[in-house]
């Protein structure tokens, strides 16, 4: 796919480490003209020098807390004012706690589901004009608890599950606009992310971070844990012309662990 995304605007989402930063360095090289989208300028920083070093045209790091609705709008004005394009929008923030059910507090609920998926919904409606105009790709970075449930993750279970709805809803307009709207569901993947829900769930299972990690293995048979490459190299296809007949669909990329048909 070499220069496929050349002359094309790619608006990633928690986009300065792990699945994100994976993604974004993946569109970087193929052409793509990154921005890169953070709660964390610290992160920002180091992120945009390993896109560019990608390639591609110079990364557009643009630091806003998708938590609130005016972040979100000042991501949208800058990208408009800047190219006044959209091709592809990636939606990857989102840091749901981990934990025992009866110690997480309300707030973290809240927080939760305001940065994935109000998140994610708002940039959608934002961006959706332009990528209207340029009939464009919208990819949902979600997760494998959508449909496997469990009593350690339940604030990240219930906000992906209705990221997961709203993203097949809204793969409905996209029929009608021309936009193709799909999830990638990964599964345990090498990111910061990953050790920080282990360490969350090792607190409120009374296991090792280690026993996890074992457990997860045996559990579910994978031969190795995901890199964010295996997430990224997914993305770059539903985002290609050869995938425009694949819509509303939402894909795992686990090593095989969803024990589900669906």
Not at 188 to 217: D, F, P, Y
Request: charge should be positive; glycine fraction near 12%; proline fraction near 3%.
């Amino acid at each position: 796919m070499s220069g496929e995304f050349s002359n094309k605007v790619v608006v990633i989402t928690g986009a300065s480490r792990g699945i994100g930063l994976g993604i974004a360095k993946a569109f970087a090289r193929e052409g793509g003209q990154t921005v890169l989208v953070s709660s964390s300028a610290e992160n920002l920083k180091p992120a945009a020098a390993a896109v560019n070093a990608q390639g591609g045209p110079q990364a557009l790091p643009i630091e806003a807390d998708l938590r609130d609705l005016t972040a979100c709008e000042g991501v949208f004005a800058k990208v408009k004012e800047r190219f006044n394009r959209c091709d592809v929008l990636v939606n990857c923030a989102g840091a749901t706690k981990a934990g025992s059910f009866l110690d997480l507090a309300d707030a973290a609920w809240t927080d939760g589901f305001a940065l994935k998926l109000f998140g994610c919904v708002r940039m959608c409606r934002l961006f959706w004009p332009l990528l209207k105009a340029t009939e464009g790709h919208v990819v949902n970075i979600d997760g494998g608890a959508a449909r496997q449930p469990t009593a350690e993750f339940l604030i990240g279970g219930s906000v992906n599950a209705a990221m997961g709805n709203f993203s097949k809803g809204l793969s409905q307009l996209g029929k009608r606009d021309g936009i193709n709207v799909n999830v990638i569901h990964p599964g345990t993947t090498e990111t910061e992310r990953n050790l920080q829900l282990l360490a969350q769930r090792a607190a409120a299972s009374g296991k090792t971070v280690a026993e996890l990690q074992a457990e997860t293995l045996a559990k579910s048979g994978i031969r190795r844990v995901g890199k964010p490459e295996d997430i990224a190299e997914l993305a770059l296809f539903l985002c290609s012309e050869r995938a425009r007949q694949i819509q509303g669909t939402a894909i795992a990329v686990d090593g095989g662990a969803t024990a589900g048909y669906y």
